[in-house]
T-cell receptor
């Protein structure tokens, strides 16, 4: 079975630009969650998508948005990038939306905003 | 607000030493808890999980954790660490399955000296 794949692995953007990060969920998983992990911190929940709908959102501004496609892959879009958006962005997929299913994480996209 | 606390930020041990990493959670409802490990340059991997039943949970690679409800704790243990256990360890709480949110602790960096 394939795991969770994320692209790109590294990205450098300029403040004010927009970025799109992509995630392919593990085979058989219908739920995708996104996390932001700043240096030296634990991952912070951005939002979750289940059956192409947003199923929950963390404390992130509206310029963080997402999509889930019929094949359960997902995109994270960040508009008007700020320096503090520099972080590792993690995607996790699961069999369902509840925490009891457990999560499979991708290796992340390292975003640097300059 | 629900939270997870890991009080040890960086632990340094010699090989064969015993390990205990602290984790405290705040959610008082139905408790599910996870320990994840992140080896250098790799994705987050599930070490073990607690849902209900026996409070002593066995995980992969010789790790175990004990859920103590009265102390709101879920400490990770290993009787004898190896150099290959060098990694960052995260305790996480699904927070009662609310909107798919996994609440992570700040992480504990473990360095094992050969």
């Amino acid at each position: 079975e394939t795991g969770v794949t994320q692209s790109p692995t590294h990205l450098i953007k300029t403040r004010g630009q927009q970025v799109t990060l992509r995630c392919s969920s593990q085979s058989g998983h219908n739920t995708v969650s996104w996390y932001q992990q700043a240096l030296g911190q634990g991952p912070q929940f951005i939002f979750q998508y289940y059956r192409e709908e947003e199923n929950g959102r963390g404390n992130f501004p509206p310029r963080f948005s997402g999509l889930q496609f019929p094949n359960y892959s997902s995109e994270l879009n960040v508009n008007a990038l700020e320096l503090d958006d520099s972080a590792l962005y993690l995607c996790a997929s699961s069999l369902g939306p509840g925490g009891a299913y457990g999560y499979t994480f991708g290796s992340g996209t390292r975003l640097t905003v300059v | 607000a629900q939270s997870v606390s890991q009080h040890n930020h960086h632990v340094i041990l010699s090989e064969a030493a015993s390990l205990e990493l602290g984790c405290n959670y705040s959610y008082g409802g139905t408790v599910n808890l996870f320990w994840y490990v992140q080896y250098p340059g790799q994705h987050l991997q599930l070490l073990l999980k607690y849902f209900s039943g026996d409070p002593l949970v066995k995980g992969i690679k010789g790790f175990e954790a004990e859920f103590i409800k009265s102390k709101f704790s879920f400490n990770l243990r290993k009787p004898s660490v190896q150099w290959s256990d060098t990694a960052e360890y995260f305790c996480a709480d699904p927070g009662g399955n609310q909107g798919g949110k996994l609440i992570f602790g700040q992480g504990t960096e473990l360095s094992v000296k050969p």
